[in-house]
């Protein structure tokens, strides 16, 4: 055992000692050193972090607006060591800021993040865990996906998939959340036959079992066209004894979508369609699928295009196959916009395509409904205020701009936080309201010297 491991070893004694004594602050520090030396080892995590909820009480608050200041530090220079992928520095100060609050979800999910980049995997997972939970932000869609997709990796099937059941509650519409969960359902059926540990499988079967098997194994390397194929075929094996099997077409569709055979995806999804007398979840599944090829053979255009600028004709295709795709995206969302009333997110996509088509009044009621939901609110009421700016109402605009500007910072939100202040300080110039004006002028040029016009508009309204 190295010098640092058996130091933090001892603070982890004299830590649970100290829980056991009810010295709860104390012994958050001797995990905290314990951490800190040892950072991929999970009982000590696990036991600062069950220190911690005892030192505040399981108040969920932690020491409460107090702290708010030292937080708010805290986050920038995480922020900071974050851009330069310091994952030390990441988890240390992330570690610093739960001393102060164990609950905050932004924190767990920061050190989660950095003990994933350095290969610690059981550690991210548990700081993920608390992230999500009650206490933490359990409405957190990309918390949860970050989370998902962290259990995927290290083949923790089940667990995902009641994540990605989490995420489909919460929006309902979202693809990504529906085609992950039955892609991970797929695979823990996998897992639970072991078709993929042939050393695991051979302890569980019998002589006779293992000799059917291997025969089986062998004809089954024959029939495949290329390795990593034995899922297909045992897929299609089941759908020959089952052939009204909605489940296992729906299993087929997800593999065919994984390994981007989206035709073959599509005709599978249509059979399992066809067996379950027209779900609309699977039909959702389709038409994403459509979009999906549609915007592939789009991206395909495109670079023929950049390859041969001079061709008129293969831009005039790729423009047209542009406007069919978003027109496509109208049809598709506009339907399900009624079918999922609560689902603000869908609003918010199909007020973003109405915008490209300049349908400001198409666009602008649906922007106001999805600014309700708090994790869309800034983005929506962004939207909103150009899309007054567009329908001719500066007025408008400014109120939007105005409700929101405080909320956006540079560090989180860069391009959005340049436009808004440029925005609002060519409104007010406009209302002839020249402090604000310049006010906002400066916010830009303090972190952009080279925006837009901002230096001559600023330099007009000094002159």
């Known amino acids: 055992m190295s010098a640092p491991e058996e130091i933090a070893k001892q603070c982890w004694q ?42 505040f009480k399981d108040n969920t608050k932690g020491a409460g607006l107090m702290a708010r200041p030292k937080l708010m530090a805290l986050r920038n220079k995480l922020t900071r060591a974050k851009s330069k992928k310091e994952w030390d520095e990441v988890d240390k100060t992330a570690e610093e800021a739960l001393k102060l609050n164990p609950w905050d979800a932004y924190f767990n999910s920061a050190a989660g993040e950095a003990c994933k980049e350095r290969g610690y ?25 970050d989370y998902a997709y962290l259990l995927q990796e290290n083949e923790k099937f089940k667990e995902a998939t009641g994540i990605w059941a989490r995420v489909q509650k919460l929006d309902p519409n979202d693809t990504e959340a529906r085609q992950n969960a039955t892609a991970n ?8 036959g072991k078709y993929d540990e042939a050393e695991t499988t051979k302890d569980a079967m019998t002589d006779a079992q293992i000799a059917a098997r291997l025969g089986y194994d062998q004809k089954r390397k024959q029939e495949a066209d290329a390795p990593g194929e034995d899922a297909e075929l045992d897929l299609k094996h089941a759908i020959r004894k089952d052939p009204k099997s909605v489940e296992l077409h729906m299993k087929l569709g997800s593999l065919y979508d994984s390994r981007n055979r989206l035709t073959e995806a599509r005709e599978t999804y249509q059979k399992a369609l066809d067996l379950s007398g027209g779900d609309h979840n699977i039909l959702e599944i389709i038409e994403d699928l459509e979009l ?27 423009s047209s196959l542009a406007r069919k795709l978003l027109d496509r995206e109208v049809e598709i969302y506009a339907e399900r916009v009624p079918r999922y009333p609560q689902n603000k997110r869908l609003k918010f996509e199909l007020a973003r395509r109405y915008g490209r088509l300049q349908r400001w009044g198409d666009a602008i009621p649906l922007y106001q409904q999805a600014s309700t939901d708090p994790r869309l609110e800034v983005e929506s009421v962004f939207s909103l205020g150009k899309c007054f700016l567009q329908d001719n109402k500066p007025q408008l605009a400014l109120k939007q701009f105005e409700k929101i500007v405080d909320k956006i910072t540079f560090e989180d939100k860069a391009n959005t936080f340049k436009e808004i202040h440029y925005l609002l300080g060519r409104l007010y110039d406009q209302a002839k309201d020249k402090q604000k004006a310049e006010n906002h002028y400066g916010e830009v040029l303090a972190v952009d010297y080279e925006y837009r016009d901002v230096r001559d508009r600023l330099q007009q309204l000094d002159a």
């Open 14 to 55: 004299r830590g649970s000692k100290a829980v056991n004594n009810g010295q709860f602050d104390f012994a958050t520090d001797m995990f905290f050193t314990s951490v800190s030396l040892v950072p991929d080892n999970l009982a000590y995590r696990e036991s600062l972090r069950s220190a911690e909820f005892m030192k």
């Open 121 to 145: 995997y059981h550690v991210a997972i548990f700081l993920y865990q608390v992230a999500t939970g009650p206490n933490g932000e359990p409405d957190n869609i990309k918390l949860l996906k």
């Open 185 to 192: 359902s797929f695979q823990q059926t996998i897992k639970a």
């Open 292 to 318: 999906k090829e549609m915007v592939k053979q789009l991206d395909r255009l495109k670079l023929d295009a950049q390859k041969a600028p001079d061709n008129k004709e293969l831009e005039k295709e790729t």
